[in-house]
């Protein structure tokens, strides 16, 4: 149980779509997840508007991914984000 009560119906929230992490080095990050834990590049694109990389990892066949996070220049968010946390978990949708 949480420590703060809060009145959300119970089934407010039915299912995660992406749990995006922040990388220093997408290419690594994906290489790691397929190796480690055996999930599959479901796509990859660059965001040129939002300076970064991107790649969704499929999780089995549950419809839900890890987004990995990588900045392509210094004054992305996700630059500032790694400069100011580090690498990990960045955004839950």
Do not use: W
Not at 20 to 27: E, K, S, T
Not at 60 to 67: E, F, M
Request: net charge negative; with cysteine; proline share 3%.
């Amino acid at each position: 149980m949480c420590a703060m009560s809060l009145d959300i119906p119970e089934h407010l929230f039915t299912a995660i779509d992406h749990v995006g992490v922040a990388v220093r080095d997408l290419d690594e990050a994906i290489e790691f997840y397929e190796t480690t834990f055996g999930m599959r590049l479901a796509h990859q694109e660059t965001n040129e508007e939002q300076g970064v990389r991107e790649a969704m990892i499929a999780v089995g066949d549950s419809g839900s991914c890890i987004q990995l996070l990588a900045p392509i220049n210094d004054e992305s968010t996700i630059a500032k984000f790694l400069d100011r946390s580090g690498p990990g978990v960045q955004q839950l949708a």
